[in-house]
């Protein structure tokens, strides 16, 4: 008997072309800014993946039917580190938010090829960020799927480089100010920062903090110091007074003499001190007639 054995070739599905990243310094950053701040964002649910320019495999055993968005959002998958996604060992499960920093090169693909695709996925929100402003008017805009078809998503137009876009999917409002996109928490006001950015807002945070402790502590120190002399001053005058009383004087001579009200030399030497010391020289005034 002639057994048959059919070796089944293993297909590869590559973490990379082969060729070197070629990205502008600004989409890059982008990139870079959308994965670290949703990751933030996310920090402590386990079931959403972020990721940023990795190949997302949706066919089995078709290495070619591979896209790789620039910012990408899982839902009811585990966080964890993966070489690409690869949809059918997630349950199926494909990205629900895809955001594409367009531009000179990748336009026509962002535009007319990848919409098709996302589409295709079931991808609920797709997003593109023009941060040149030449091929996107307006230069952020989205879509969402509705009835598997794309429907365009309301942009609030401040003007053409200020304006924002709500995502239903993130929970999250995209915003651009001057030019410049940010994530912002509409439950917060507060915009997504990366964990640079947070690090830096910490370390500022504390500096002011020790500037304002140190301002408070020098503001204790300045009033301590300003008792300090009151006390030494108050004590010589006291001691400038008591010579005076012990010299035979009263305390409408010692009070005339040194300027002060009868009751603030009373106070001065005390109420003890008080009884010893004669307030006149029991002599009768002398008015004139």
């Known amino acids: 008997m002639t057994v048959i ?72 998958v585990a966080k964890r580190q993966r070489d690409n996604y690869k949809v059918w060992q997630e349950n199926g499960i494909t990205p629900q938010f895809v955001l594409e920093i367009t531009s000179e090169t990748t336009q026509d693909k962002d535009q007319e090829i990848k919409p098709d695709i996302y589409k295709k996925l079931g991808v609920i929100e797709y997003f593109q960020y023009d941060p040149s402003g030449d091929y996107l008017n307006p230069i952020l805009q989205g879509v969402r799927l509705v009835n598997n078809q794309y429907e365009p998503i309301e942009v609030n137009n401040i003007s053409f480089d200020t304006l924002w876009v709500y995502s239903e999917v993130l929970g999250l409002e995209l915003h651009v100010i001057s030019g410049e996109m940010r994530f912002r928490n509409p439950q917060t006001g507060e915009f997504l920062k990366t964990h640079r950015e947070e690090q830096e807002g910490r370390l ?20 301590l110091a300003e008792q300090q002399a009151r006390l030494a001053a108050e004590s010589a005058l006291r001691s400038v007074v008591a010579q005076m009383l012990n ?33 006149s020289d029991g002599k009768p005034f002398a008015e004139n007639e």
């Open 204 to 223: 500022i945070a504390e500096s002011a903090f020790q500037e304002s402790e140190q301002a408070r502590l020098a503001e204790q120190q300045a009033r």
């Open 247 to 279: 010299s035979g004087m009263t305390l409408v001579q010692v009070g005339e003499m040194m300027n002060l009200p009868i009751s603030e030399v009373q106070r001065l030497i005390g109420e003890k001190e008080e009884r010893a010391y004669p307030s």
């Open 5 to 76: 054995t059919q070796i089944k070739e293993e297909i590869e599905y590559p973490s990379s072309d082969g060729e070197p990243m070629a990205e502008s310094d600004i989409t890059r950053d982008y990139m870079t800014y959308g994965v670290e701040a949703l990751k933030l964002y996310f920090q402590g649910r386990s079931d959403v993946y972020v990721s940023a320019n990795s190949f997302i495999y949706y066919e089995e055993g078709n290495n070619q039917a591979v896209v790789a968005p620039d910012v990408y959002v899982v839902f009811g």
